[in-house]
């Protein structure tokens, strides 16, 4: 029985074309039971285990256009913290057990004189800037620049996230595309795609990532870490949605792949590598996306996977880092410290700058940028009367300074302040301005029953056991499900010790009354950019690492790249050698791991060559005469897995030389097939050897030969 059928049975939704993305049939059933109750059971691989896989991973093949939602399979953008975008709920803090006991390393902490904005926070304003994550990962040496110019046709990165801005101009419109739902080129036999319209980013998380790994050179803005043109392919899978089915997970891994071979064909590059980014994740594992992930990694060694290892700061296991053939990163910040959010467990393998990392944002989106409000964020709040404890310190409030609440409306709000708490409720604050402290509900909730109550702006400071200078620089409304029917309100964000004094001076009676001044930015520029944190950062800018190294050095297979980022990473000289479950291996090295690589390279990838000849005539004579035509073919498979080595070049070459046997072409490349061929006249007689040899690698070198032997007869007298 089918894997179709199976699913079928079970009580899976099998659909040929979804009517609305957001309405998904989502039905019960578990593919342990319909196929067998190994697979996605732990680690052992089992004969049954590889059967499944085999035959889902070709049920997939030929089931790309499939709707199939498996119960409970969700993927989701992960809140981001404090310092990041996404308003979101209170993150876990670890229990007090739950340290690493593998590293001494001191958790992030903020800075008073900023306000933890990071270095990035004066960035590309003036001129083109080089953030802090890119230098920490050794992208912007002179020799990685120079890989990132020589080598960049070598590797696509498949970011798979919210879309991707086009409009901004610190992407290569030349060497990126995406993914389009429908039809490809209106061809109703091809596989139906289930994404969204790739070059629209509703939520600025994707054109952040794809950003970080490839924003340009080009004297403006930012640069990505391979920042010469590095090809991107996005595969918008979550589109306005905070979160999408796993099932489409795997078909957008699928949609990855094939246009990495459409690529290798259409520019004859056929040592092109692929580097999944994926920057978002859920505890959801299900079989079936477990088995295609195993199938996939197995069936191609010239794709690399990596996840966000989670944004809780807890040790949860989140999808798809969690699965063996992902790589699953951790954040830290410029001092290399593991990020306080960054989720720590066994399954963190390399971390990356994640805290407070600027890339590109949508144009459209420059305006509610908290980037962009940065020049005018002094003295956005002001007291009428200055509070009793803080009478000698007229600049508290810019100590850090004040951050607009994203999408907010500018504008300016005056009155008495109303201790809101936690917000969690309806606050009676007519004619009023909030005060909220961050946890136990969300942002978006905070700021409605504010508005419900009557009040006219809303300031929000951090939780109790965050460090007390903290603000929550960035977080924005623009997620936000429902808005207010009058509007939101000005919004601001402070530290918690600010944010502590006010509450102190209202529950000593005092009388506070404040001003919220919120300037309208008009900055709109096509190098839009912001200022995000969350191991989403992190994870594009270990993917350009790893792209970055595996450009040069073809010749390694996926998991070869993988070893040379894990021996070459480093972690702070007060932190436990060898692998810890917040920093992994540690972080993620391009030089090193590009010159560890040319010091011990890899052995190019097997290929199994065959030449054959056949006789271009009616007879069935085994040689042909002096003057006859014969076409030689060649196909070309991957040893270890015998796939088509499609786009492959092959060279022929004529022994005792080409005065004996002429060839229409001496260069040939492979098809989809692997095969390719060419015609070649006989012109003289006697034994005729032809070699064909398969090239690739960055160097070009040989990986795999045949031959043949042709003997030529006389013509007849």
Known sequence: MSVTSQLQQQGYSIMRE???????????????????????????????????????N?????????????????????????????????????????????????????????????????????????????????????????????????????????????????????TTSG???????????QPFRYCYTWYEDANRHGTHTSGTIGALRNGRGVVGVSSEGAQLYHYNYFGPNMAASDDLEVAAWQECIAELDRRKLAT??????????????????????????????????????????????????????????????????????PATFSTFNADVELAAPGVQTLSTIPVAMTNASGYAALPFSRDILTL???????????????????????????????????DCGLGAEKCEADGAICLLQRGETTFCEKLLNCAAGGGIGAIIFNRDDLPECERLAGVSVDICDAAPEQGWTPAISISQKQGRALREALAAGEAVSATIRVTEVSQANEYSLDLLSGTSMATPTASGVAGLVWSAHTQCTAAEIRAALRKTAVKPANTTAGRDQKYGFGIVQALAAHKYLESNPCTASGLKVTLQHSVASASTAAAPTVGGRVTVSVTVQDKATGRPAMGQRVLLNVEPSRKAVACKSYSLTTNKKGMAATSCQMLASGNNRITAKAVGGSSAATVANSSIVIRTKAQDS
Do not use: H
């Not at 690399?304 to 880092?321: E, V």
């Not at 200055?386 to 409030?397: Q, S």
């Open 18 to 56: 979804y009517t609305d993305f957001n309405s998904l049939v989502v039905s019960g059933g578990n593919i342990a039971a319909a196929a067998t109750a190994s697979v996605g059971s732990s680690s052992s691989s089992t004969p049954a285990t590889e059967a499944v896989a085999a035959e889902i």
């Open 58 to 174: 070709a049920q997939l093949a030929a089931m790309r256009g499939v709707g199939r939602v498996e119960a409970g399979g969700m993927r989701a953008l992960f809140p981001q913290p404090a310092t990041g975008m996404i308003i979101a709920p209170p993150s876990i803090a670890p229990p007090a057990d739950s340290s690493d006991s593998n590293s001494t390393a001191e958790e992030a902490v903020c800075s008073e004189s900023d306000g933890k904005l990071g270095p990035d926070a004066d960035l590309g304003r003036r001129g083109e800037g080089i953030p802090y994550g890119v230098k920490l990962v050794q992208a912007d040496d002179p020799a990685m620049v120079e890989v990132a110019k020589k080598f960049r046709s070598k590797v696509l990165f498949c970011v798979i996230d919210t879309g991707l801005d086009r409009t901004n101009k610190e992407f290569n419109n030349a």
């Open 179 to 189: 993914c389009m739902p429908g039809f490809p080129d209106g061809d109703t036999s």
């Open 268 to 337: 004859s590059t056929p040592d092109m590598k692929l580097v999944i980014s994926m920057s978002y994740g859920s505890t959801s594992v299900t079989d079936f996306s477990k088995a295609a992930i195993a199938a996939l990694a197995k069936a191609r060694n010239d794709v690399l996977w990596i996840a966000a290892a989670g944004n809780g700061g807890d040790n949860t296991t989140n999808y798809p880092a969690g699965y063996d053939e992902v790589i699953s990163i951790g954040a830290v910040d410029w001092n290399s410290k």
């Open 384 to 418: 009428d009367t200055p509070l009793a404890a803080l009478a000698n310190d007229t600049n508290f409030f810019n100590k850090p300074k004040v951050a607009r609440v994203d999408g907010s409306p500018a504008g300016t709000a005056s009155g008495r302040l109303v």
